[in-house]
Nanobody, 122 residues
Framework: QLQASGGGSVQAGGSLRLSCAASGRTFSSYVMGWFRQAPGKEREFVGTISRSGGSTYYADSVKGRFTISRDNAKNSVFLQVNSLKPEDTAVYYC?????????????????WGQGTLVTVSR
């Protein structure tokens, strides 16, 4: 089970740190991903982090502004979002998969959190 938190309302240029807590004892065996879904749009890939945390991969739209990290000892993954833009407004979801690779597709993730809303105003 995944529980996302940390969303909120910020002005453009602001920052937030999203968290995703996982239950269970095998957290380190999962590649973790972050996705987002804006109103009226499809869920889109944000980024992934490898099982060890040593490798990350980002969508071009967030590269250089967003950073994914994880703490396997605390069964948690984080998404630091900086330099926020109004177009970043969305519900942000964490997800977990046992597969390997860059894993951009929604369908490859086996577990999903409930989402946390980020609203960015001008």
């Amino acid at each position: 089970q995944l529980q996302a938190s940390g969303g909120g309302s910020v002005q453009a240029g602001g920052s937030l740190r999203l968290s995703c807590a996982a239950s269970g004892r095998t957290f380190s065996s999962y590649v973790m991903g972050w996705f987002r879904q804006a109103p009226g749009k499809e869920r889109e890939f944000v980024g992934t982090i490898s099982r060890s945390g040593g490798s990350t991969y980002y969508a071009d739209s967030v590269k250089g502004r967003f950073t994914i990290s994880r703490d396997n000892a605390k069964n948690s993954v984080f998404l630091q979002v900086n330099s926020l833009k109004p177009e970043d407004t969305a519900v942000y979801y964490c997800a977990a998969t046992t597969r390997s690779g860059t894993l951009r597709g929604v369908g490859v993730y086996e577990y999903w959190g409930q989402g946390t809303l980020v609203t960015v105003s001008r």
